[in-house]
């Protein structure tokens, strides 16, 4: 089974500010399959990017996805207040499973 | 527009059952394999089951097979996930959601509480 592990596990930045979130996993990934989903207190996660780099319908062009193998990346180019948050990645496996990180919750300096 | 609302969720003593519903609107509910993914309390998301979209096929995760069991009513546009033999750990948020590589409409969470 493949093992997502985020990084840092909390992100302390102003608006503005420039947000970088990684994503590595313990075996290479097919970029078709990894996601991020953004979490706010007391809602359901929302799909952010999927195939690695795509974003899904309504999300802002400050967000954006990279990488491939076993490297990810999720960055927020301009932070605005509503970004603060919880951001998971997630990878689609054999069997076939779902598999998530453990998130990156990125707060206000 | 894409709607998923669950339901069902309690409080259940261990060892008990529930069975929670998914009702989805705002698309063809038989073209879309579904989900449910659950998130306890202060943690992260932890996928535990899936459908095919003609409910030929299901998946579990390891920690919920034998125990769960999800199923649809593609007539009725509704998930289930019915819940047994449940444990403390089993305490959390369900969520239903939809899609196959990755899920682009999730509901709003049904909560599972298991105590005595």
């Known amino acids: 089974e493949i093992v997502l592990t985020q990084s840092p596990g909390t992100l302390s930045l102003s608006p503005g500010e420039r947000a970088t979130l990684s994503c590595r996993a313990s075996q290479s990934v097919s970029s078709r399959y990894l996601a991020w989903y953004q979490q706010k207190p007391g809602q359901a996660p929302r799909l952010l990017i999927y195939?690695?780099?795509s974003r899904a319908t309504g999300i802002p062009d400050r967000f954006s996805g990279s990488g491939s193998g076993t490297d990810f990346t999720l960055t927020i180019s301009r932070l605005e207040p509503e970004d603060f948050a919880v951001y998971y990645c997630q990878q689609y496996g054999t069997s076939p499973t779902w598999t998530f990180g453990q998130g990156t919750k990125v707060e206000i300096k | 527009e894409v709607q998923l609302v669950e339901s069902g969720g309690g409080l259940v003593q261990p060892g008990g059952s529930l069975r929670l519903s998914c009702a989805a609107s705002g698309f063809t509910f038989s073209d879309y394999w579904m989900h449910w993914v659950r998130q306890a309390p202060g943690k992260g998301l932890v996928w535990v089951s899936r459908i095919y979209g003609d409910g030929s096929s299901t998946g579990y995760a390891d920690s919920v097979k034998g125990r769960f069991t999800i199923s649809r009513d593609n007539a009725k546009n509704t998930l289930y996930l019915q819940v047994s033999s449940l444990r403390a750990e089993d305490t959390a948020v369900y969520y239903c959601?939809?899609?196959?590589?990755?899920?682009?409409?999730w509901g709003q969470g049904t909560l599972v509480t298991v105590s005595s």
């Open positions: 195939g690695a780099s």
């Open positions: 959601a939809r899609g196959k590589l990755s899920f682009d409409s």
